[in-house]
């Protein structure tokens, strides 16, 4: 792993980054301008204005390149264009600037180890072992036990989405190519310094046109065994619960510290004096595995320039909503955060398109809970379109499942229930489209629970995600303030303070399903908004908070 010398100095201001809310937008399911019934990028300039007005700072947008669509975009047949489908290059341009104009930053999807098989790259590279691409892809011959016309894949690999052979043999080289994840999405060979130069094009043709930085994708495949060696195979899978790819533990299939270098060289283009005139930044998805999640995402802070990088936090994504973990977690992290680099910045995810919503995750009250803890923790913290009026996860009937990963998970859904159209009114497709179909259905609460319906409802999930959201814009201490742990004395509660000048704020979370008095032995001067619209708080002037079930809370001076 390469270490940083952090040679460039401490900026004097705060770099955009710092306490930023970001909102992923999956461009097919935010607005379809044109009557598809598939989202656009027309459709997103459309709703700036809205997301201007909820408070966010920044977008991410999902894939929205040239693409046969196998995986919905993450398959990208060309990295420097706009799918027909999405739009023009144009209206892409316009994007950025329409959102600059409203002080919004953007950032996109950088998906570095695979394209699709439509990629010119890969159609030249397919084609003999000697072509000028022929070392673009990694490929392999096939494993020594091999008969003739029975090659047998190189060795035990296999890909994300099937749980089945990651080894896709092609008869005009005589070899396999590796895919981590689709068929369609050949792994591209990062060990190949022309790839690596051809992905660093990728970026600056992008940062030429003004986005503000990258979400890098599936950053832990981009390193190998070098040796490609068997993965273990992994003896708590359980094939009734697990989905077919957690059979092997993937040791050598992703995972080489080869990343951190490969990563370093991403974020070194971000430092070129081309760019350097605006802040840049990227965000790194990886998520650890078993064991110690600080760990691993240290490794990444100590690996890539924190000044310009900073991993994905999948803690919301992964943690039990208890508080125990919670606590542990916090406490340990931003402690070990601080004390490596003043620069770093987390980077709280709580929901993305690959994740159950929220809401279906941990239950209403919870969500609530958890949105008002993710709006008050430090760093970027990204929010996944939907969840700020609290949308729920649409089963999806078998016939119109789309995800390819719903191949090899055992409830055959996929990730497709977390990807339904935006709620926008209580009408046709719900404000999100004018066609009779829409690529997934519309969660069927879309009546009641849209944007308009809860727009001027003071107990909605928009009211909350609102209020907490102009708080984080207003207050130094909740974007730029350091999270101190508070000792409660209780196994259900967590509380922090989040402090900075003379500014500071508490934020107290009861994690049960029962009621809890808190008593905190910090002061707790105005109360500012609770999780729980039911809740009947006052400034805490005799220092006890009674707590409802599943309840956060937050106080200022
Ligand atoms: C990432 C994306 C996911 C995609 C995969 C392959 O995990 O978030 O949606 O399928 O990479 O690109």
């Known amino acids: 792993m390469t270490t940083n010398q952090h040679t460039t100095p401490l900026p004097t201001t705060h770099r955009w980054p710092e306490g930023a809310i970001v909102y992923q937008i999956y461009p097919r399911s935010i607005q379809d301008s044109n009557g598809d019934g598939i989202g656009d990028l027309p459709g997103v300039i459309s709703r700036l204005d809205y997301l201007q007005e909820l408070g966010v700072n920044a977008i991410w947008l999902s894939p929205f390149y040239p693409s046969p669509m196998a995986d919905f975009g993450y398959d990208i047949a060309d990295y420097c264009d706009v799918d027909p489908m999405f739009g023009t290059l144009d209206d892409c341009k316009r994007l950025i600037h329409e959102a600059e104009a409203r002080h919004i930053k953007v950032m996109i999807d950088l998906v570095p180890n695979h394209s699709s098989n439509e990629h010119p790259w890969f159609k030249e590279s397919r084609q003999s072992r000697d072509n000028p691409k022929a070392n673009w892809y990694v490929w392999k011959d096939p494993h020594p036990d091999s008969t003739p016309g029975h090659p047998l894949p190189p060795n035990n690999w296999i890909d994300v989405f099937t749980g089945k052979s990651a080894w896709e043999w092609v008869p005009e080289r005589k070899q396999f190519y590796l895919h981590s994840f689709h068929v369609a999405q050949p792994d591209l060979n990062w060990s190949n310094s022309e790839v690596r130069a051809a992905v660093k094009d990728v970026m600056r043709f992008w940062l030429d046109m003004g986005v503000d930085g990258f979400r890098v994708d599936a950053v832990y495949w981009?390193?190998?065994?070098?040796?490609?060696?068997?993965?273990?195979?992994?003896?708590?899978?359980?094939?009734?619960?697990?989905e077919r790819y957690k059979m092997l533990t993937h040791v050598n299939s992703c995972g080489w510290p080869a990343a951190y270098a490969y990563l370093s060289e991403l974020a070194h283009v971000l430092h070129e004096p081309a760019f350097a005139q605006?802040?840049?930044?990227?965000?790194?998805?990886?998520?650890?595995?078993?064991?110690?999640?600080?760990?691993?995402?240290?490794?990444?802070?100590?690996?890539?320039?924190?000044?310009?990088?900073?991993?994905?936090?999948?803690?919301?994504?992964?943690?039990?909503?208890?508080?125990?973990?919670?606590?542990r977690f916090l406490r340990v992290f931003h402690h070990a955060l601080e004390s490596l680099n003043p620069l770093c910045v987390p980077s709280y995810a709580f929901g993305n398109h690959d994740k159950s919503r929220m809401v279906s995750r941990l239950g209403e009250k919870a969500a609530r809970a958890a949105a008002l803890m993710q709006l008050t923790l430090p760093g970027m913290v990204f929010v996944y379109y939907g969840e700020e009026i609290g949308m729920?996860?649409?089963?999806?009937?078998?016939?119109?499942?789309?995800?390819?990963?719903?191949?090899?998970?055992?409830?055959?859904?996929?990730?497709?229930?977390?990807?339904?159209?935006?709620?926008?009114?209580?009408?046709?497709?719900?404000?999100?489209?004018?066609?009779?179909e829409t690529w997934l259905p519309i969660g069927p609460d879309y009546k009641t629970l849209n944007v308009e319906a809860e727009k001027d409802d003071p107990r909605s999930f928009y009211t909350l995600y609102r209020t907490l959201m102009a708080l984080r814009n207003e207050r130094e201490s909740l974007r730029y303030g350091f999270v101190q742990v508070l000792e409660l004395g209780h196994p259900d509660l967590v509380g922090y303070v989040?402090?900075?000048?003379?500014?500071?704020?508490?934020?107290?979370?009861?994690?049960?399903?029962?009621?809890?008095?808190?008593?905190?032995?910090?002061?707790?001067?105005?109360?500012?908004?609770?999780?729980?619209?039911?809740?009947?708080?006052?400034?805490?002037?005799?220092?006890?908070?009674?707590?409802?079930?599943?309840?956060?809370?937050?106080f200022t001076q």
């Not at 998805?285 to 100590?302: I, N, Q, S």
């Not at 991993?311 to 943690?319: A, K, T």
């Not at 729920?392 to 339904?420: C, F, K, N, S, Y």
């Open 222 to 242: 981009i390193a190998k065994d070098p040796f490609f060696r068997n993965d273990p195979v992994n003896p708590a899978f359980d094939p009734k619960e697990d």
């Open 278 to 327: 605006k802040e840049r930044f990227m965000v790194t998805e990886a998520y650890p595995k078993d064991g110690d999640a600080v760990a691993a995402y240290l490794a990444f802070y100590e690996g890539i320039d924190p000044q310009v990088a900073a991993p994905f936090n999948f803690q919301g994504l992964m943690l039990r909503w208890e508080a125990e973990p919670w606590r």
């Open 392 to 436: 729920r996860d649409v089963p999806i009937p078998v016939d119109l499942v789309q995800d390819p990963e719903a191949l090899g998970d055992p409830q055959g859904q996929g990730r497709d229930p977390e990807r339904t159209p935006m709620q926008w009114t209580p009408g046709h497709q719900a404000g999100f489209s004018t066609s009779t």
């Open 498 to 554: 989040r402090s900075y000048k003379d500014e500071y704020h508490v934020v107290l979370i009861n994690f049960s399903d029962q009621p809890v008095t808190c008593v905190p032995g910090v002061k707790l001067h105005k109360f500012v908004v609770s999780s729980n619209p039911d809740a009947n708080l006052t400034d805490g002037a005799n220092g006890t908070v009674e707590l409802l079930p599943y309840e956060a809370v937050l």
